[in-house]
């Protein structure tokens, strides 16, 4: 299973980025995905979940600012994420779940960092 991240980089505050995460070795479509970050000294923390039904949830903060989607043809998930601000500065991470008649399956990608100047 491989969940390869994407986009990261350096932005202005008020800018945006769009995250991609391509996934090979699981039924992406079967799957939940997230994408999560940790800021440096910070816990991570979820930013944004995709149901397998498309079903959208989001942190608090960064409501209204972020938007998740996904391509099943692709099996990519992406994450747009716009009026970027200092403190989205973190490595962000793609996370694929499934609860499947009690087995879990969780995979993680490797992470992308973004920063946000002020």
């Not at 350096?10 to 939940?32: D, T």
């Not at 099996?75 to 694929?96: G, I, P, R, W």
Request: proline share 1%; aromatic share 12%; glycine share 12%.
């Amino acid at each position: 299973v491989q969940l390869q991240a994407s986009g990261g980089g350096l932005v202005q505050a008020g800018g945006s980025l769009r995250l991609s995460c391509a996934a090979s070795g699981i039924m992406f479509n079967r799957y939940n995905m997230n994408w999560y970050r940790q800021a440096p000294g910070k816990q991570r923390e979820l930013v944004a979940g995709i149901t397998s039904g498309g079903n959208t949830n989001f942190a608090g903060s960064v409501k209204g600012r972020f938007t998740i989607s996904r391509d099943n043809a692709k099996n990519t998930v992406y994450l747009q994420m716009n009026s970027l601000k200092a403190e989205d500065t973190a490595v962000y991470s793609c996370n694929a779940y499934r609860l499947y008649f009690g087995n879990k399956n969780d995979y993680w990608g490797q992470g992308t960092q973004v920063t946000v100047s002020s």
